[in-house]
Each structure stands twice: as C-alpha cells, then as structure tokens.
C-alpha cells in the first residue's frame, strides 16, 4: 500500500513540477494522516481484541467508544492485575468485602484518608484502581485496562463485582463498593447487615427516584449486594447487554441491570424514617438543598437529618474524612457518653417541669381573668 501511494504522490508531484523535498513531505503526511485515522477513528477507550498491538501489560487493546465496551471481551483474572502486599494479606472469608475505586488522580490525596480511617475496619477492605501505587496501601490494578475517566465507571463498577467475587473470594457474605470520597461508619455497617440475610438477595444503600419504578441505589454512598445478589447477578446480568445495557450513569446502569433480575433496593432506613446511607453532602441534607424528586423516601431536614446509626456519607475532602473519624473515635469516651446522656436526661426533666409549670400558670390566669374581668 505504501508503494502505491510513493507512486501516486511523485506522479502527482511530477505533473505539478514539485520540488522532490516537497514531494517527500506530501508523501509523509499522507501516510501519518492515514495511521492517525485508522487508530483514532473508532473511539477512545481500551478494550480487548486480539487482532491489534499489545500497549499494556495486562492485555492486548484497541480503540472503541464506552457505549461498545464490552467488559467479558476483557478476561480479566489475577494472573493480569498486580496486587500490593498488604492486599495479598488481606483474609478471602468473612463478613464483608470491601472496594474503593479510585484513580491515580487521587493516590496522594484521597487515597490515604480512606487508608487511615476507615477502609481498614472492614474485613476485607482494598482499592481498585488501573496503576501500581505504595504496596504498603492495599490494592490491585484491576482497573489498569480501562481509561481513568468518569465515562467508564459503568465498566469498572461491573468489572469489579466481578473480580471481587471470582477472583478474590466467593466466601464472604456482603460486598460493598464506594467511591473515594466516601467516610463508612463500619460499627453501623456491621450491626445493621447483621440483620440480614446475605443468602437472600439484597441490595442495599440510598434509593434514588428517578429513571426507574423502584428506584435505584446512589453510587456515592456505595451500595452492598448480599452473596447471593451478586452472584444472580455475575450469572444473569453480567456482560449481557439485553438485560445489563450500557449507561453513562454507573449507579443507574447497576440499578437496571439488577431490576431486570428481579432485584430492587431495599429500604434501609431506621425505624424513625432516617436514612443509614447518603449520597450527598451532610450541609445537603441537613439544609433540604436537593430536590425532592430526587429522594425514593421523603427526606429529613435539619437536625434530625443525621440517623444515630448512620453508616455512609459522600462529596467529603480527605480533611473532613479524617476530621470526622477523629471525632468519632478519638472523642468517644465513657465520661462523655455518660455527661451527654445524663444532660439529656437533665434536659428531658427540666423541660417537663417546665411545661407542668406552664400549664398550671395558664389555669390560673384563667381563672384569675374570669373572675376580675369588669365585662363578664
């Protein structure tokens, strides 16, 4: 092909009376217009297909748009992803698995204030991410295939449940996934999923309303699937484009993907209509900043915006995660539980008196006006 396009170009530069260094140049641009286009003319992601040039170290790639992407086409295993040290000693059973998604974008920053806090307290806790990071902080690569763009969360979400399930362990009982600016209350994760049965299929987190009859999970709060909603899920949604489609929005598509199966978010509020999980920030919530038709479940302004067992909030800087671990951890204390509860209870006694008081001053001016009133 090259040679025929040499003989065209000095025909055509024979005939025009061209210079031969001009002729060469035309000859060049040509040719770099041609393998620019044939790479770039299909999209902008990476995905697998063995017909091309291998340009990472975990698989052979091409170009293609999200929407094409097909995450069973990637075959992925744990032969191709690097897991740091610490991850390696993570335990493969227990009670919960535990992944944040991140990028490189924020292995400085956000990265170490979920490391710090509370991403250590779950089971099995780790970061997703697609590059090698300090193996001291625990993670896998299992995102190194796909592009650090917002566009692809859908892939890397499904890409994950299913690394998490059949490459890390099948043997636990919950699996959550959470972004990286989300703080966990994990104490409050453990005793509420402990109400639960993970051989059924839940799926759990805050219910959005919008899109879909029965709502979907907001992904900011990260949402848990039960062992046995994950694993409907892997064999009877995952990779099937019917009934698991592509969407630009991660938690909707998720959402989708799971009504298809039958499986619909659970309400996991307290018994007083808190929310245990939020997906947006706590000035949000507690100011009623975001629209109604937004919340699945009518929302609580103000003070009581905050349940007692709250599990998740989302939107924080790694300074206000650390803050808010810090007054959770290092302030709880029997003195002060004890004094807050007593000042309650001191509370609760002052204003009943007061309010007898109240009362028993209202009858007698009462029957004080009665009686002195000229006009009765």
Known sequence: MAANISSLVKQFGHRLSIPRRWTILLF???????????????????????????TRSQGI??????????????????EDVYVSEAARRLPKRGRLLCFVITTPRYHSTRVPAINETWLPRCD??????????????????????LPDDYDYLFHKTLLSFYYAFNEISDKFDWYYKADDDTYVVMEHMYEYLATLDPNEPYYLGYTLKPYLTRGYNGGG???????????????RAYGDRKTCPFDPSEDLGMGRCLESIEIF????????????????????????????????????????????????????????IRTYDD??????????????????????????????LQQREARNSSKTSNFSDPDF
């Open 327 to 356: 007054l959770l951890y290092r302030m709880r204390s029997p003195q002060l539980s004890n004094t807050t509860r007593q000042a309650s209870l001191e509370m609760d006694a002052t204003s009943r008196q007061t309010s007898q």
């Open 124 to 145: 099995h806790g780790q970061f997703f991410t697609s590059e090698e990071m300090d193996s001291s902080i625990p993670h896998s690569t299992v995102l190194a295939n």
């Open 221 to 235: 709060a990260g949402y848990v699937l039960s062992r046995a909603a994950l694993k409907l899920f892997l064999n």
């Open 265 to 320: 978010p659970h309400d996991t509020r307290n018994e007083n209509g808190q929310q245990r999980f939020h997906t947006y920030r706590p000035d949000d919530m507690y100011h009623g900043k975001i629209a109604d038709e937004w919340h699945y479940y009518q929302q609580i302004k103000g003070h009581n915006w905050i349940a007692p067992d709250l599990i998740s909030l989302h939107h924080l800087t790694p300074d206000e």
């Open 28 to 54: 060049l641009a040509i040719v770099t217009y041609i393998m620019i286009s044939t790479v770039f003319g299909r999209g902008s992601v990476w995905s697998v297909d063995e017909n091309t040039t291998t």
């Open 61 to 78: 790639i091409s170009w293609t748009t999200p929407s094409d992407l097909d995450v069973r086409d990637m075959n992925i295993s744990k």
